[in-house]
């Protein structure tokens, strides 16, 4: 039971993550590789905001969130000079800096040696300890998310970035303006996913950079081509779908020397067969070809 | 009164002169062509003119305001729509919301507009869904509104583009050869278009690049001949195009 709704916690957690990046990825056509570093910026600002000025766990996800928001803006403004590999790259580039950063600043961070004993979240004098708590608290936090992105999704700002997203020279002569539109979007992803890295710091109550590598961007990306994107089921599917995969695999009954490793390949395979047979994921509505958006 | 100013404009790229000291200007109301063999600049003209380029020499003056320095969507902005040779229609979105997503403007595409002015986003979806309509049915895609536009042939996409840039609002319209690689039942509705939107509404102004010189003579009142990137000729269009060097450069005859 408690496997179960660890499962249901991690999914909800990945979910904001998700439905976040989808309005870059998704809307906006822009590939990221940095999702990570806004999730890790997220969890470590608000769990040192907890720890050094004792502030408890709702000011302290909403102060991370402002800061993280800072930092997708101070980020975006060099990254969204590029399109396509270019931008892919740049973020690349920030996800390896911020890494760095968050694995060497010892007298901040305590780097390698992670921050252990985070504080349990306090919301409105309740102390939130049991894993039922938790998955409220994270599902509250996730409707609160989805209500917003949706809404996002298909307002006028949405329907400028997939404007934009299919052929910026057309919208821009519509006059949308690239650079905002996109850097909103930007902004927007990081600070949900500075949520998510709030809740799953208090959650695991331990966090260290390791959690926040390229490795994560990539999964999260690989959610997002999975599922589908552009729209609001392709996220869900991808999440459940990447994060229960590997569980079930965990019940072939593999001997356990090799086990590990045909979960890889096997997890592996998938992808690629997914790639083949459904390239705009499995719920999908938008391919992503960042290769087709000519430039003239 | 003029409209669209263009003074002294020159474009060299890797040091080729495109564009050499054009000065120009385009009146409302009216369809001015502008022809030219291949090579000869009208392109890079438009590019110049939209911000997608910038020139080095000269300015351009749109309803009195100066507009040389301003990028792509500023431009927009000030009321000059574009139709691009190799169309550009939003692939992925239905024929419905390419136009609708012309009729928004930059202050309601803010991520905080939804929520702060949740009433007057519904009643500008509900208006715009019908200004949308009414443009769709103006260039006869009502059948195919909600197919996405990846799906219609070139000639229909045509079509969707100039829908756009009608529902854009756009008082100068640059048209990039509207009517190349189109059937001949295609191109007469798109120069029945053409000569309605002057018809209904006096302040629209159409430049239009083309090589179909029967195109030419049906619409445009004014032609500018462009050659090696300078304005040849200027003049009423059987005047240019009954001009000896005209037809000698340019026509092959």
Redesign the interface.
């Known amino acids: 039971m408690n496997y179960i709704l660890h499962l249901l916690i991690m999914i909800e957690i990945y979910l904001i993550l998700a439905y976040g990046l989808n309005l870059v990825v998704g809307f906006g056509g822009l590939l990221s590789l940095c999702h990570a570093v806004f999730y890790g910026i997220g969890a470590y600002a608000s769990t040192l905001l907890m720890i050094k000025t004792g502030i408890s766990f709702l000011p302290a996800m909403l102060m991370g969130m402002a800061i993280t928001a800072l930092f997708a803006f101070l980020v975006g403004i060099p990254a969204l000079r590029f399109r396509g590999d270019h931008f892919v790259l740049v973020t690349l580039g920030f996800q390896m800096i911020v890494f760095t950063v968050l694995y060497n600043w010892v007298g901040l961070t305590r780097g390698p040696y992670g921050i252990p004993g985070i504080p349990r979240p306090v919301v409105f004098g309740y102390e939130i300890t049991s894993l039922i708590g938790y998955l409220i608290l994270v599902g509250v936090i996730l409707m609160v998310t989805i209500i917003?992105l949706f809404?996002?999704y298909k307002?006028?700002?949405g329907?400028?970035l997939?404007?934009l997203?299919?052929?910026e020279?057309?919208?821009?002569?519509?006059?949308?303006?690239?650079i905002?539109?996109f850097l909103?979007a930007f902004i927007?992803a990081g600070g949900f996913a500075s949520l998510a890295g709030s809740l799953y710091a208090t959650y695991v109550t331990y966090i260290d950079p390791t959690s926040f590598t390229l490795d994560e961007s990539i999964f999260l990306l690989s959610v997002l081509l999975v599922g589908g994107t552009?729209n609001r089921l392709g996220p869900l599917v991808g999440v459940v779908f990447m994060i229960l995969l590997p569980e079930a695999l965990r019940f072939l009954g593999l001997p356990d020397t090799v086990a590990p490793n045909v979960r890889q390949m096997i997890y592996g395979l998938t992808l690629i067969l997914l790639m083949f047979l459904r390239p705009q994921g499995i719920a999908g509505?938008?391919k992503i070809n960042h290769y087709g958006k000519a430039e003239? | 009164m003029e409209k669209l100013k263009i003074k002294n404009i020159s474009k060299a790229i890797n040091g080729l002169k495109i564009v050499d000291r054009v000065t120009a200007s385009f009146l409302p109301g009216r369809i001015t062509g502008l022809i030219g063999p291949n090579g000869a600049g009208k392109t890079t003209l438009f590019h110049i003119i939209t911000g997608e380029l910038r020139s080095d020499t000269g300015e351009i003056n749109y309803r009195g305001e100066d507009i040389t320095l301003l990028p792509p969507y500023r431009v927009a902005r000030k009321g000059i729509g574009r139709l691009f040779q190799d169309v550009r229609v939003f692939e992925n979105l239905t024929v419905s919301e390419n136009v609708v997503s012309a009729c928004y403007d930059h202050r309601v595409e803010t991520p905080w507009f939804p929520f702060l002015r949740k009433k007057r986003w519904k009643a500008l979806e509900r208006d715009f869904k019908e200004k949308s309509d009414y443009y769709i049915d103006y260039v006869g895609l009502m059948e195919v509104k909600d197919v996405p536009a990846s799906s219609l042939s070139y000639g229909q996409q045509k079509l969707l583009a100039i829908a756009r840039l009608l529902a854009g609002g756009f008082s100068l319209l640059l048209l990039d050869e509207p009517t190349a690689g189109l059937n001949p039942v295609m191109i007469k509705k798109i120069l029945n278009i053409l000569k309605r939107i002057v018809a209904e509404d006096q302040g629209k102004t159409i430049v239009l690049v083309e090589h179909d010189m029967s195109v030419v003579t049906e619409v445009a009142d004014w032609v500018y001949f462009m050659n090696e990137g300078r304005i040849a000729f200027f003049g009423r269009t059987d005047h240019v195009l009954g001009d000896k060097e005209v037809r000698e450069i340019y026509l092959g005859l």
């Open positions: 917003i809404i996002l307002s006028p700002f329907l400028a997939k404007a997203r299919d052929d020279m057309a919208a821009e002569g519509l006059g949308k303006s690239p905002h539109t909103y927007i552009g509505e938008y003239n």
